[in-house]
């Protein structure tokens, strides 16, 4: 997703939680040839309601400080002012979020069943896409197709971007992975990549220009949106270690809700920092 698909930024007097959002969120998934084998998780409800004009002033400011200094400080301001003013709470900014948590837990799933060939059509599904002598490009574009929705929101592209860059990071980090046979932890570190993407992919979207009218060289501007994914990383896999050690092997619907509690947790430290 990244600059090339930042938007104006939602405007004043719009809703908090899309009315929209939920049908992405029960599309994902929708059409894969193999079952989950649990039950479907529940989405939490949406925020209600209206933003106020101005919401982003504040993340913007801090934002353009951390793009021209590269100050850590900075970012975690930014992000912080992002959650508590523009998206109304941490809560709220996380259950924005919840066709991102969905799209992980049906990820997660869906990896473990063909990891484990948990299912015929988790087995066949593999046997299948091994015959084609795939390259890992190949398996991260199919693993995409089967799980992400193909509309042309920018919920849609950038679940679509994180699913993709998150499995290519993880594989580019760690030639032995096999993304049609991952262990446990591998699919939890994973989780941790994605989850980091989706975050900052929602909020380069939602500062609209920011990073392009920053007056930086086009580098910088990568190097700075590199450091944001590492930055927020850290973050989150702190709180998912912390939560996976209550609940090892979640649900579908558990898993969902504990990505909602890290993004809700991570979002409170930003705000804590204020």
Known sequence: MGTSTASGGPGPNVSLDPPWLDDVVSNIGARSAVPPGDAEPVPPAGAPGGAIGGRYKEARRELGKYIKGGNARDLSSALGHYSSKG??????????????????????????????????????WVDDLRATNPSADDVVDAIVRELAPSGGSADEESLRDSMARAMSDLVREDATVDLMSMRPEDIWDLMTGYLAIEVVNRFIFDMGPALESSKVDPSTIVARERQMRLFVKHEIGAHIEMLRGKNPNPTRAELDGVLQETLKMTFELFESRL
């Open 87 to 124: 998206s109304g709470g941490a809560g709220a900014a996380a259950t924005r979020m919840r066709a991102s948590t969905r799209a992980g837990a049906e990820l997660f799933s869906f990896l473990n069943a063909v990891g484990q060939r948990s299912t015929p059509q988790a087995a066949r």
